[in-house]
């Protein structure tokens, strides 16, 4: 049996237990909880304790966890960074983009985001608040269905039809608005749009009263994340075109640069 190339599900005979309980205790960490407690790990993931300590003393001692001795509490490892800090191109990616995103924060006074596809959802590595928008539920490395949103759609653009079908078996069309398209045909008819025009925009399609719009950046002819803002919607509605607009220059930009700073572009 094949493994789908968007490496949303395994064979079961590939499967390796005890694997997935380490990748589960490490993928609790985020920006909202940076440190566990082992109890918080056992009883999140619902392992005895026995079976939960074993896997966070194994990763403790290889440093991909390590425990304040103050508080108890776990949190990523040294380690976890040295291996991040390998992984290209993503590694340049933030690079480039954080001051582009901050000046098109400023310029719109609106939350900005970047992302990447990363199992079939969109993975947020960057967000910079809004002056004056609504608060947007989003945060750097949170994962949301990537049909419902700017970032999203323009993710799910760069792929095949055969891989977007993959993402709707494997994921859903899970629906969170009237707006939300629940449909494939609508979803495959809407990504054909986003890849004609270069851009994407969400009507309340996640959350009402909330619209963005998205762009794509590419390295290498290859698209690799997107771009967007997310604008309360009577203020989108005034000047969509200025928004897009402005997304579009920032995403272009970074992928201009993604390309000055790529070894093959100067081999």
């Known amino acids: ?6 490496g949303i599900s395994l064979a079961p005979k590939y499967r390796i237990k005890v694997l997935e309980k380490v990748f589960r205790v490490l993928e609790l960490f ?36 390590e425990k304040d001795p103050e508080t108890l509490k776990y949190r990523l490892g040294i380690k976890i960074y040295y291996l991040g ?5 993503y590694v340049s990616l933030r690079k480039v983009s954080r001051p582009l995103l901050q000046e098109l924060n400023r310029r719109t006074q609106e939350t900005v985001h970047l992302a990447v596809l990363n199992r079939g959802q969109s993975l947020y590595l960057e967000k910079l608040d809004g002056q004056k928008t609504i608060r ?37 069309l899970q629906r969170f608005t009237a707006n939300t398209i629940t449909e494939a045909s609508q979803l495959k008819e809407e ?36 771009v967007s803002v997310s604008v309360p919607k009577d203020r989108f509605d005034e000047q969509p075109e200025s928004f897009v607009g402005m997304v579009k220059d920032a995403a272009q930009e970074i992928s201009r640069m993604l390309g000055q700073m790529d070894p093959a572009r100067r081999s």
């Open 136 to 172: 947007v539920m989003t945060s750097i490395g949170a994962k949301l269905p990537a049909h419902c949103s700017g970032v999203g759609k323009v993710l799910l653009s760069g792929l095949s039809q055969e891989e977007v079908e993959e993402i709707i078996v494997a994921r859903g």
């Open 85 to 89: 800090s390998l992984v290209q191109p």
């Open 1 to 6: 049996m094949q493994r789908p190339r968007n």
């Open 30 to 65: 985020d920006d909202k909880a940076k440190e566990l407690t082992a109890t918080e790990i056992q009883g999140q993931l619902g392992l005895n304790k026995t079976s939960a300590f074993r896997v966070i003393k194994n990763l403790e001692e290889f440093g991909y966890l």
């Open 191 to 226: 990504l054909g749009r986003v890849r004609r025009q270069g851009y994407a925009t969400d009507n309340e399609e996640i959350e009402i009263g909330l619209k963005c719009a998205a762009a794509p950046v590419f390295i290498n002819g290859r698209l690799l994340a997107a």
